[in-house]
Nanobody, 128 residues
């Protein structure tokens, strides 16, 4: 099971930390990622992580505003967003897919794979 937390209302320029509890999906075997679905748009990759040492992949560099990390003690994968903008708004989903089943050696779980497990999402609203 995957459970997201940390969403809510944040002001432009603020800081956001989202957490994905992933106790049923060990990073030894699974890649875990954060995805965002903005209003009226398709769900898209934001950042993903593979292996316990926490090799991160980001959909775009965006001036280093995003940081994905693994907290092994809490068994969470966290996403930090600095200098939040209105483009960061949407529902954030956590996903996990068994690494051996991900096509092409990608880091991110595949959006359309039946083998990808999803959380219920946490909404983020950006407003002053």
């Amino acid at each position: 099971q995957l459970a997201e937390s940390g969403g809510g209302l944040v002001q432009p320029g603020g800081f956001l930390r989202l957490s994905c509890a992933h106790s049923a999906f060990d990073l030894d075997d699974y890649n875990i990622g954060w995805f965002r679905q903005a209003p009226g748009k398709e769900r898209e990759e934001v950042a993903c992580i593979t292996e316990r040492i926490g090799i991160g992949w980001y959909a775009n560099s965006d001036m280093g505003r995003y940081t994905i990390s693994n907290d092994a003690a809490k068994k969470t994968v966290d996403l930090e967003i600095k200098r939040v903008t209105v483009e960061d708004a949407g529902i954030y989903y956590c996903a996990a897919q068994q690494r051996a089943l991900i096509d092409g050696g990608r880091t991110c779980p595949q959006l359309t794979s039946a083998n990808t497990h999803w959380g219920r999402g946490t909404p983020v609203t950006v407003s002053s």
